[in-house]
């Protein structure tokens, strides 16, 4: 990517084409300390003026650019290896790094901050370490993955002059949670024992995700179906894995582990062990239908005779002429096979 025309710069191609420059150019390994490079050995011509004849000034652009890893929502320190042989000061440098789309992240203008140009995406997100030459983005997002250069030039009476310009590629990472394996309540008909395992929140996708049945004699390895689901704002993954476990066919103690592969760090997740002991027979949860089955008639079994029985009492004792006691209760006399007894006060005549 050509290196965007700095302030100052008069109007015209940019960048300049190879025979205005009076390019020369040559490898040197240890010009800033990355392996190989590319010195650029540009006169005052830079500046449009075919007839200058000031010193010349060295150019170094990084061919390889450097590998960057950050972690999501963590910090990413963006280098500008600048060695600085010359000397010059902050008040007379303009650095300033963007993004594979020529976005501005930050600018530092003659040594002071300068956010005019710098894209709102950025803004807050980064500071400059003025000792070490490096920017660092913060909060890093899945989306902030890419290509990123730095430039530095040298602000001159007659111009500006680019004098290192650095390249550096992002990659971010998310570590996935730990594996859980967690058993699904249902049993189905042939005794299996229904296993899932998910992790969540972990960039980029997995390379495999699978089950380790070991028992004493043997290891078994099931490579199930990997379900993967990706946040829409996030960017990060969510993935799981289910196993059907066959109860006639486990005859001793099983352990299973899930295993998460993960890319690029090539690194194992392991559960914690899940254990089957085919002595012990799965939970149950109860089967109520058996007993509502069971309720319902036995209650309507006894229930109706005794409300026939009361509603029969009830109109034997109404059809019986009551007998006033003393006190003028009235006594109300039932036949010998009701067992209720009712009393009501009345008015003493």
Same mark, same amino acid.
């Given at each position: &990517?050509?290196?965007?025309?700095?302030?100052?710069?008069?109007?015209?191609? !940019?960048? %300049?084409?190879?025979?205005?420059?009076? =390019?020369?150019?040559?490898?040197?390994?240890?010009?800033?300390?990355?392996? @190989?490079?590319?010195?650029?050995?540009?006169?005052?011509?830079?500046?449009?003026?075919?007839?200058?004849?000031?010193?010349?000034?060295? =150019?170094? =652009?990084?061919?390889?650019?450097?590998?960057?890893?950050?972690?999501?929502?963590?910090?990413?320190?963006?280098?500008?290896?600048?060695?600085?042989?010359?000397?010059?000061?902050?008040?007379?440098?303009?650095?300033? @790094?963007?993004?594979?789309?020529?976005?501005? $992240?930050?600018? /530092?203008?003659?040594?002071?901050?300068?956010?005019?140009?710098?894209?709102?995406?950025?803004?807050?997100?980064?500071?400059?370490?003025?000792?070490? !030459?490096? *920017?660092?983005?913060?909060?890093?997002?899945?989306?902030?993955?890419?290509?990123?250069?730095?430039?530095?030039?040298?602000?001159?009476?007659?111009?500006?002059?680019?004098?290192?310009? &650095?390249?550096?590629?992002?990659?971010? /990472?998310?570590?996935?949670?730990?594996?859980?394996?967690?058993?699904?309540?249902?049993?189905?008909?042939?005794?299996?024992?229904?296993?899932?395992?998910?992790?969540?929140?972990?960039? %980029?996708?997995?390379?495999? &995700?699978?089950? @380790?049945?070991?028992?004493?004699?043997?290891?078994?390895?099931?490579?199930?179906?990997?379900?993967?689901?990706?946040?829409? +704002?996030?960017? *990060?993954?969510?993935?799981?894995?289910?196993?059907?476990?066959?109860?006639?066919?486990?005859?001793?103690?099983?352990?299973?582990?899930?295993? $998460?592969?993960?890319?690029? &760090?090539?690194?194992?997740?392991?559960?914690?062990?899940?254990?089957?002991?085919?002595?012990?027979? %799965?939970?149950?949860?109860?089967?109520?239908? +058996?007993?509502?089955?069971?309720?319902?008639?036995?209650?309507?079994?006894?229930?109706?005779?005794?409300?026939?029985?009361?509603?029969?009492?009830?109109?034997?004792?109404?059809?019986?002429?009551?007998?006033?006691?003393?006190?003028?209760?009235? +006594?109300?006399? /039932?036949?010998?096979?009701?067992?209720?007894?009712?009393?009501?006060?009345?008015?003493?005549?």
């Amino acid at each position: &990517m050509n290196p965007p025309a700095p302030e100052g710069h008069t109007p015209g191609p !940019w960048p %300049p084409p190879p025979g205005l420059l009076g =390019v020369t150019r040559s490898q040197d390994s240890e010009s800033v300390g990355l392996g @190989w490079s590319q010195r650029f050995c540009i006169s005052d011509q830079l500046t449009g003026d075919a007839n200058a004849t000031g010193p010349q000034i060295t =150019v170094a =652009v990084d061919a390889a650019p450097l590998k960057i890893k950050a972690y999501f929502n963590d910090t990413a320190d963006l280098p500008c290896l600048f060695t600085n042989s010359q000397n010059l000061s902050m008040s007379e440098l303009v650095v300033f @790094w963007q993004n594979q789309e020529a976005s501005v $992240l930050y600018e /530092l203008y003659l040594g002071k901050e300068k956010p005019d140009n710098v894209n709102r995406k950025y803004m807050g997100r980064t500071s400059f370490d003025w000792e070490n !030459w490096t *920017l660092r983005l913060h909060n890093i997002q899945i989306k902030d993955q890419g290509s990123y250069q730095c430039f530095i030039h040298h602000k001159k009476p007659k111009g500006m002059v680019l004098i290192y310009q &650095m390249n550096s590629d992002l990659s971010v /990472l998310a570590n996935f949670s730990q594996p859980e394996i967690i058993e699904i309540s249902n049993i189905t008909e042939n005794l299996c024992r229904n296993l899932t395992c998910s992790s969540i929140q972990g960039y %980029p996708e997995p390379k495999k &995700m699978s089950f @380790w049945l070991k028992t004493e004699n043997s290891t078994t390895v099931y490579d199930g179906v990997m379900q993967k689901s990706q946040d829409n +704002v996030t960017e *990060l993954y969510n993935v799981s894995i289910s196993l059907s476990v066959s109860l006639p066919a486990v005859t001793s103690n099983m352990t299973i582990i899930c295993v $998460l592969q993960t890319e690029p &760090m090539k690194t194992e997740l392991f559960s914690s062990p899940f254990y089957i002991d085919p002595k012990v027979p %799965p939970f149950q949860p109860p089967d109520y239908t +058996v007993w509502i089955a069971t309720a319902i008639p036995l209650t309507l079994a006894i229930g109706i005779p005794l409300i026939l029985r009361y509603i029969s009492c009830r109109r034997k004792k109404q059809q019986q002429p009551g007998v006033s006691n003393e006190r003028g209760e009235s +006594v109300f006399v /039932l036949p010998a096979d009701c067992h209720f007894v009712a009393t009501s006060q009345s008015a003493a005549f």
